[in-house]
Nanobody, 119 residues
Framework: QVQLVESGGGLVQPGGSLRLSCAAS????????MGWYRQAPGKQRELVAA???????NYSDSAKGRFTISRDNAKNTVYLQMNSLEPEDTAVYYC?????????????WGQGTQVTVSS
């Protein structure tokens, strides 16, 4: 089957940076869009950034100018570089990918990685 494994979360001070990674593995034919979502306590999960297989990106208003999404198609991996982090960025960050297995495209989620921004 398909698995998404995230890494790179942790505790960082305000103004600091983190880089999240999400690697897809398994019976993958191809990967379409990949993205990062986050969910803070008591809030709904929200889109942070997304990237198509061709490299077109989309960002939430809160992520624009501070976060950069990128992907390495050869490694089936998507990254999220987060700079100028704020306490409001504290959340569990989830990777999502639209993956084609044989002839069917399905959406998969990672298990989540905690990002805490605090002094």
């Amino acid at each position: 089957q398909v698995q998404l494994v995230e890494s790179g979360g942790g505790l960082v001070q305000p103004g600091g940076s983190l880089r999240l990674s999400c690697a897809a593995s398994g019976s993958i034919f191809s990967i379409n869009a990949m993205g990062w979502y986050r969910q803070a306590p008591g809030k709904q999960r929200e889109l942070v950034a997304a990237i198509t297989s061709g490299g077109t990106t989309n960002y939430s208003d809160s992520a624009k100018g501070r976060f950069t999404i990128s992907r390495d198609n050869a490694k089936n991996t998507v990254y999220l570089q987060m700079n100028s982090l704020e306490p409001e960025d504290t959340a569990v960050y989830y990777c999502k990918a639209r993956i084609v297995v044989v002839t069917t495209a399905l959406s998969y989620w990672g298990q989540g990685t905690q990002v805490t921004v605090s002094s």
